[in-house]
């Protein structure tokens, strides 16, 4: 992954012939520049009330919502095939969605449930959560919405009870996904102050508004809730140097980790990032990627092994550590040669 500087020292042809060294599946192995390893892998999952329970997300083939049981009962399998970490995604039932969100900071609310479950069962496997309130609110919305505006301070305080919350139940990684400005500050201070030193924070800190998100939003239920976007919070799709001014930020107030979501169409900011900061990068290839490669292989248009693996390569070649994707038991079972 190291990138020598632009060779000025080719020999002309046919000195040089780039093919050699493509010649043989031998010699591919031994010149390739980036590996794909299941230690890159984070699995996304959705969880959901119940006993012994599963229900299928449609647009999403393959991916389903699990009841706590089953979801222990996955993230066992994920441990054995050496997946390193799962991230956990609630569909709330929506009558406990409020205006003020107090769902989100609840001890016994279903993503710290699943939490302390994950963490008795396998105690080895990192857990990830989501910081955001759009899996409570009333309004779909990442924030708390007053008078139709995302108030961002009032937002603050509220994510800093629901990572106290996550942290009090197990979790290793949070992953603020709400893109309020000042919150990895407030979480990490308070994390601080609780005693829970350990606890990483990787921020979703180039996050774009983006439409890639639809499936996920079906899965954990926020569709139908969600008024308006979320263009003023999250990133205009046209930026590149304020996500630097971001990434800064957020190393800044004390993110261990940043993440860039959606990942294939933002390859380029992966690698900024990664050349410029040389921190802990992370990519989230997300609901919709997920969905329009996989609608294409149920078509029978393209391979699903096969662009499962180049697309998650992209990642690695563009200097990312690991890669957030619902491929990740697929592509595990697939370097097993499972
Ligand atoms: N805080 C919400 C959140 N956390 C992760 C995703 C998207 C993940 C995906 O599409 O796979 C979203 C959706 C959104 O911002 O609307």
């Known amino acids: 992954m190291s990138r020598a500087p632009h060779p000025t020292t080719v020999a002309p042809f046919p000195m040089t012939r780039l093919r050699r060294t493509r010649s043989s ?6 010149v390739r520049e980036n590996t794909l390893t299941v230690d890159d892998l984070i699995w996304p999952v959705f969880v959901v009330d119940g006993e012994d329970h599963e229900d299928a997300i449609p647009s999403m083939p393959g991916v389903t919502r699990k009841s706590v049981d089953r979801l ?16 956990i995604f609630p569909n709330t039932d929506p009558s406990l969605k409020t205006e003020a969100c107090e769902e989100a900071w609840n001890p016994d609310n279903l993503s710290n449930r699943a939490i302390r479950a994950i963490k008795a069962a396998v105690p080895d496997l990192a857990v990830m959560t989501d910081v955001a309130l759009d899996p409570y609110n009333i309004n779909g919305h990442d924030g708390i919405v ?3 505006e995302i108030v961002n301070d009032e937002t603050v305080e509220a994510l800093v009870k629901m990572a106290l919350a996550q942290a009090e139940a197990g ?20 994390l601080e102050a609780a005693d829970h030193r350990n606890v990483t924070i990787m921020s979703y800190t180039a996050k774009y508004a983006s439409a890639f998100y639809g499936p996920f939003r079906d899965a954990v239920g926020a569709s139908g809730a969600l008024k308006g976007d979320k263009k003023t919070y999250q990133m205009d799709p046209a930026n590149s140097e304020e996500a630097m001014r971001l990434v800064e930020r957020d190393l800044a107030e004390g993110a261990d980790m940043i993440m860039v979501k959606p990942g294939m169409p933002y390859l380029d900011i992966c690698q900024r990032v990664k050349d410029t ?3 802990p990068t992370f990519a989230y290839q997300v609901s919709g990627e997920y969905a329009m490669l996989m609608a294409a292989a149920e078509n029978g248009w393209l391979d699903a092994d096969k662009v499962m693996v180049e697309s998650l390569m992209a990642f690695k070649r563009a200097g990312c550590n690991g890669i957030l994707t619902y491929f990740a038991p697929r592509m595990a079972r697939l370097l097993k040669g499972l």
């Open 72 to 87: 222990v009962v996955a993230a066992r399998e994920a441990a054995d095939l050496g997946i390193p970490a799962i991230c």
């Open 171 to 190: 979790a290793d990684i949070l992953g603020p996904s709400d893109m309020m400005d000042g919150r990895i500050g407030a979480i990490r201070h308070a």
């Open 25 to 30: 599946a031998a010699l591919r192995n031994l």
């Open 277 to 279: 900061f040389g921190v």
């Open 146 to 148: 007053v008078d139709g």
